[in-house]
């Protein structure tokens, strides 16, 4: 694999709880990405970083926050869970843009209840 | 606003025969296309893309063809195998602005025997 790994895999957490999806890397590539892949909507953009501690928002990123404090991590957090949440998260990493292509992890099925 | 358009929820077509694939963009900024492959409970991977300044690239069995002036590509699969089943984004981006793909909502293959 390319050395990208989300954590957990799978989460069920209440209403209202905050939650925190990690995203860790052995590339060394400097951009990554969380996108949030739902029936319908295919897979929307919801933070990214070009380096660290640099970030900006992606097209549907209310109720979310990220950060990352070194190369290899990059941590999305749900300040405060929500049903219309509940949703598959994927992590993606990128050398040099999307132009190169992405490498993705194997997601994290979250489910707010 | 849909920016990459999959008008084609699903497609089936029998081993050995052409699959098409579609998509559309309304966004006339975007200047690289990709094409991405998913099986159920794994990250989406890299096919094949295409820059703006072409109209066709060819991979194997995989060819994606592309049409500016009509804002549509195509992905086309020659000779399809069962091995192909999955669900296929089509995505794009703007090489002269932030690193960011947009995805199309996804077309679900079947392939038969």
């Known amino acids: 694999d390319a050395g990208i790994t989300q954590s957990p895999r799978h989460k069920v957490t209440e209403t209202g709880t905050p939650v925190t999806l990690r995203c860790h890397q052995t590339e060394n590539h400097r951009y990554m990405y969380w996108y949030r892949q739902d029936p319908g909507h295919g897979l929307r953009l919801i933070h990214y970083s070009y380096g660290v501690k640099d970030t900006d928002k992606g097209e549907v990123s209310d109720g979310y926050s990220v950060s990352r404090s070194k190369t290899e991590d990059f941590l999305l957090t749900l300040e405060s869970a929500t049903s219309s949440q509940t949703s598959v998260y994927f992590c993606?990493?990128?050398?040099?843009?999307?132009?190169?292509?992405?490498?993705f992890g194997s997601g994290t099925r979250l489910t707010v209840v | 606003d849909q920016q990459v358009k999959q008008n084609s929820p699903s497609l089936s077509v029998q081993e050995g025969r052409i699959s098409i694939l579609n998509c559309d963009y309304t966004?006339?900024?975007?200047?690289?296309f990709l094409w991405y492959k998913k099986y159920p409970a794994e990250g989406p991977t890299f096919l094949i893309s295409?820059?703006?300044?072409?109209d066709k690239n060819e991979d194997g069995r995989f060819t994606v063809f592309l049409n500016k002036s009509a804002k549509h590509l195509s992905l086309h699969i020659v000779p399809s195998q069962p091995g192909d089943s999955a669900v296929y984004f089509c995505a794009a981006s703007n090489t002269g602005t932030a690193s960011k793909l947009t995805f199309g909502t996804g077309t679900r293959l079947q392939v038969t025997l």
């Open positions: 993606a990493i990128s050398e040099a843009g999307p132009s190169y292509g992405y490498t």
């Open positions: 295409i820059s703006s300044i072409k």
């Open positions: 966004n006339s900024m975007f200047d690289y």
